[in-house]
């Protein structure tokens, strides 16, 4: 079997009969990949904890016929620790990575700005202060982008006409003028707007500046477009505080 070495967050593990487990990664270079942790369930195994959710990790695997094997693994950063005494930020977390997991569909296909996207975000909530749901909003909104989901809160998404404009519908992908508006649009505060773009460009100086009415709108918005653009739930959406 063929050794590859890539740096990976750790989505999610599942068993695998008596001691093994399946471990979903997203990785640096090969995009998302599964892989089997042998013996990682006994209390003898030397990976230990370094393949849990949230774990930054480097590794080396061996190509499988279905699902590749771990045979090294060296912690870079432990997010799992850092990120499991605050709820709010563990629960967010766990959006992220259920995300990610979701928005990567094929396995091995190069997902380098998703994985970046998802390192960012997560060393974000735990080294800058951010409240949680803000950083899960930006990450959410910017994830989608690079899946090919952009929202438009300037332009028109139908007409491209300039706005500012005053319907939102997660359907039509952003803001609708007056003449493009569908049934069921949301009409949305105009700073809420504001702070979605700021949002999607990462602007921290506008966001801390808004009000929290528009912050919460501007959540929901997030969320209702999120759900929409990945035809169903996630599941970890419920647990968060929003």
């Known amino acids: 079997m063929g050794l590859y070495r890539d740096e990976a967050i750790v989505l999610r ?3 695998l009969g008596e001691a093994d487990r399946i471990i979903t990664l997203l990785t640096r270079s090969s995009g998302r990949v599964r892989a089997v942790a042998k013996g990682v369930r006994r209390t003898t195994s030397r990976f230990g904890s370094r393949l849990e959710p949230f774990t930054h990790v480097d590794l080396q695997l061996a190509e499988g016929r279905s699902l590749d094997v771990v045979t090294q693994a060296v912690t870079l950063d432990p997010f799992a620790g850092r990120l499991g005494s605050s709820y709010e930020q563990y ?3 766990t959006v992220m990575l259920e995300t990610a997991e979701r928005l990567v ?3 091995k296909e190069p997902a380098l700005q998703q994985f970046l996207l998802l390192v960012g975000a997560l ?3 735990c080294d800058t202060g ?12 910017r994830s989608l982008s690079v899946a090919g989901y952009a929202p438009t809160f300037e332009a028109c998404a139908r007409c491209g006409l300039m706005g500012p404009h005053r319907s939102f519908s997660p359907a039509a992908g952003g803001m609708l003028c007056s003449t493009c508006r569908v049934p069921g649009a949301m009409n949305p505060a105009p700073e809420t707007v504001v702070l979605l773009g700021a949002l999607l460009a990462g602007d921290w100086g506008a966001v801390e500046a808004s ?6 709108e501007a959540t929901g918005m997030v969320a209702a477009y999120l759900q929409w653009h990945l035809e169903r739930g996630l599941k ?6 929003r």
């Open 130 to 141: 951010r409240p949680p749901h803000q950083v899960l909003d930006s990450f959410l909104l």
């Open 211 to 216: 009000e929290a009415r528009h912050r919460k």
């Open 123 to 125: 060393r974000a909530m």
């Open 91 to 93: 629960t967010a977390g």
């Open 105 to 107: 569909i094929e396995d």
């Open 236 to 241: 970890s959406l419920a647990h968060v505080d």
């Open 13 to 15: 593990t599942q068993k």
